[in-house]
């Protein structure tokens, strides 16, 4: 590919003990032959093998370090302090890219030079490559961001100009899960996104994963993040339907506990008789025993 007239991209991976999956993350950035890339990895001084993953690659890094931190937001905003290319995205250390997927943004931005943002296709995968949720957007608006439970996408498949972060950036470091909405909101209110249908990341599904063990506070990281930005009508119609499902499941589990404890009791009756009858049995038997 020649870089002659193509954008840099620099492409930032904040990382904390996810060795096991880092280096296919790190691989899917390097093997995209992408010629001018710029990639850097922000470890929170992990204590597994990462440091040893990252070194063995260091010299494709424009940038990499292993230090305490107050959270992925600001890895992610201490990545891009160093970032020097015209297009910018972040990986997380367990997803990674599709084949092609820095071609293809680099030609829709070129495409679509005023864009505050590109999204593309993802889906998220389990830890054996199968596919098992696709996402693909035709159009993001503030309005379909206030509604992110029915329209979401994936955040390895968004990238941006540099400009879009010098207005919109950084990302907020008291947010720890909707991080990535909160800046979305904010770049849709001063910019406009293209979409393209490519499928350009895979999200990794796997129980250590950040929003899947701790699924629960990434939703009341939404609302409170769509809250904060005046959509208090969406961000209620959330919490309803969240308080629904709640309600209907405690009721459901009431109505099983109170069957549990039906049956229960059923076979406390159950018992009480047969061990009634065995008494008896075991007197008639002793006192046969006795006249012998």
Request: charged residues 25%; aromatic residues 12%.
């Amino acid at each position: 590919m020649n870089p002659a007239g193509l954008p840099k991209i620099s492409i930032v991976t904040p990382s904390f003990n996810q060795g096991r999956y880092l280096e296919k993350t790190i691989l899917s950035v390097l093997e995209q032959g992408y010629p001018n890339l710029e990639y850097i990895i922000i470890d929170g001084k992990s204590s597994d093998n990462s440091v040893e993953i990252i070194k063995k690659y260091e010299k494709y890094l424009k940038y990499w370090v292993s230090e305490e931190d107050r959270g992925q937001s600001h890895a992610i905003n201490k990545g891009f302090a160093h970032a020097t290319g015209d297009l910018l995205g972040w990986l997380n250390s367990d997803d990674y890219y599709a084949a092609g997927a820095l071609k293809t943004v680099a030609e829709t931005a070129l495409a679509t030079p005023a864009a505050g943002a590109i999204v593309g296709a993802g889906a998220m995968v389990d830890e054996t490559g199968n596919v098992f949720l696709s996402v693909a957007r035709t159009a993001i608006t503030l309005e379909s961001l206030y509604n992110w439970f029915d329209e979401f996408f994936w955040q390895p498949s968004c990238f941006f100009p540099k400009e879009t972060w010098k207005h919109c950036g950084p990302l907020d470091e008291n947010v720890h899960y909707a991080m990535d909405l909160d800046f979305w909101i904010k770049i849709a209110k001063k910019f406009t996104f293209t979409t393209t249908h490519a499928t350009l990341s895979f999200n990794l599904k796997h129980p250590k994963a950040k929003t899947t063990e701790f699924s629960y506070l990434s939703h009341v990281d939404a609302v409170m993040v769509i809250m904060r930005h005046g959509a208090e009508k969406e961000a209620r119609k959330l919490l309803e339907e969240y308080t629904r499902v709640l309600h209907k499941s405690a009721l459901d589990n009431e109505e099983l506990l109170i069957q549990k404890c039906l049956e229960i009791q059923k076979l406390r009756e159950k018992y009480k008789k047969i061990s009634g009858c065995l008494i008896e049995a075991f007197k008639i038997l002793g006192r046969k025993i006795i006249s012998i």
